[in-house]
């Protein structure tokens, strides 16, 4: 073989790589804080605009039994970077800094959706919110994040902004995050447009950034432009900095070959304006409002545009789900503790037809304790007490609406709501409905067993 001949062959090996590794989609997964199921325009929203977030759901997949990973901020996350139930990966109560020990999250042992990206050759990169561990071990940049721009906790816990290890702000000034945040991503998208990135981008808006019963605050030049107070305005500055976002994605050329992904972590914070209409119960309640939540995936060509799909899907199914979009054979990653509860519901978002993957879902309330279990259409309470326990519960409701709420929680037994014509959780039929109750409860019994038997447990972290 000649000199010339050796030259040819690395070459092309090069560019067969090269043209292999940008075959590989890109992902940016848009995670918000506190976003009710009714905040924004394409959800059904009056008064908040939100153009670009309903343009998203116009080009892709509107999910509207979609569910965030837990009902606060801490879990939810968990269960977004890990595929799993949050009680298997070091979840007991709260949010870390409240009820939650600052020594405490997620355990550094995890496999995170960042690391599986990461070992695929994908660069990655998190700018935003992360609220899963402050110790050195638990940060961003040691569980897969080749660069990590964030604040540690919620708006309303710190004052910091970091790079990795390195303190860069203190103090950020109040409503700025969402445009630091973003500026922060466009940044990484324009340096990283040749090869796969993965882009975890969790906003802390519109969660509030000071007392929890006071609006959040806008960015100064967003305040009063909104015709739904403060939060509206967050809201909207959201939308916009999101179309920044996604301008860029174009721009660069990465359109058509970039998977976007938008959800709330958990649903409205009481006290604070955010909707979850038609449901109820808000942040740190299993009703619906607590955890039901916005969701919208797009990918031009392979997800067919202006599509809903009201099929039962959670947070944790997004790790294996983009893992099968993305080629990447999860199973080879996984060790099997803690066990992903996640499934692919690619087939489903692609429209391919056949059988939908998810089942079944547990639900627990913000204080760690299980409450329900949704199969299909049907949601079990195991008693009524436990609908009505925790924060979150107690909102204001119309007289007819309270009435209904009040018969609810005489008596003792189960609660079953048929949530495909009940969307408030009203009307309960487990008296006509005895075996089903049954099988519902000895299906949830057999999880909570198993996910008893399978958890990596926190270690603490002085």
């Not at 999101?242 to 006290?271: C, Y």
């Not at 599509?307 to 947070?315: K, M």
Request: proline fraction near 6%.
């Amino acid at each position: 073989m000649t000199k010339h001949s050796y030259l040819i062959i690395i070459a092309t090996s090069f560019l067969l790589a090269a043209v292999a590794a940008q075959e590989k989609p890109n992902v940016i997964l848009i995670m918000v804080d506190d976003l009710g199921y009714n905040d924004l325009g394409c959800f059904g929203h009056p008064k908040i605009k939100t153009p670009v977030l309903d343009q998203l759901a116009k080009d892709g997949i509107k999910l509207t039994s979609f569910y965030s990973g837990a009902t606060v901020c801490t879990p939810s996350r968990m269960a977004l970077l890990t595929g799993a139930y949050p009680t298997r990966v070091g979840w007991k109560k709260g949010v870390v800094g409240f009820k939650m020990g600052l020594d405490e999250g997620m355990s550094p042992k995890v496999l995170t959706i960042a690391e599986i990206f990461k070992s695929e050759g994908y660069t990655t990169a998190i700018s935003g919110k992360w609220h899963v561990g402050d110790p050195e071990p638990m940060r961003p940049h040691r569980q897969g994040f080749d660069s990590a721009y964030y604040i540690n906790k919620s708006n309303n816990q710190t004052t910091k902004v970091w790079r990795g290890d390195e303190l860069i702000e203190n103090p950020f000034k109040k409503g700025t995050l969402t445009e630091k945040f973003t500026g922060e991503a466009i940044r990484f998208i324009k340096a990283n447009k040749t090869k796969p990135f993965f882009l975890y981008l969790p906003y802390t808006a519109p969660h509030f950034s000071g007392h929890a019963n006071k609006p959040p605050a806008p960015h100064p030049d967003w305040r009063n432009k909104s015709s739904f107070g403060a939060y509206g305005d967050v809201v909207e500055e959201l939308d916009f900095r999101i179309g920044e976002v996604l301008k860029t994605v174009k721009a660069e050329g990465l359109d058509k070959n970039t998977i976007v992904v938008f959800l709330s972590d958990n649903g409205p914070q009481p006290g604070q304006e955010a909707q979850a209409k038609p449901y109820r119960g808000l942040k740190w309640s299993s009703m619906e409002g607590g955890t039901r939540v916005p969701c919208i995936i797009r990918w031009h060509g392979k997800i067919p545009a202006g599509r809903a799909s009201d099929e039962l899907t959670a947070a944790m199914d997004l790790l294996p789900t983009l893992c099968e979009a993305c080629g990447v054979d999860l199973k080879s990653k996984s060790t099997g503790s803690p066990k992903i509860d996640g499934v692919s519901v690619w087939n489903t978002l692609t429209g391919k037809g056949g059988e939908h993957a998810r089942k079944d879902l547990l639900y627990w309330n913000g204080m760690g304790e299980w409450q329900a279990i949704r199969v299909g259409k049907w949601k079990l309470y195991p008693d009524r007490k436990a609908m009505f326990r925790g924060h979150g519960t107690s909102q204001p409701l119309p007289d007819e609406v309270k009435k209904k709420v009040l018969a609810l929680r005489k008596g003792t037994g189960p609660l079953l709501f048929n949530l495909e014509g009940d969307a408030p959780e009203l009307v309960d039929l487990s008296a006509k409905h005895p075996e089903r109750v049954k099988e519902m409860m000895e299906l949830a019994e057999k999880k909570l067993v198993d996910i008893k038997s399978n958890i990596i447990l926190t270690e603490r972290h002085k």
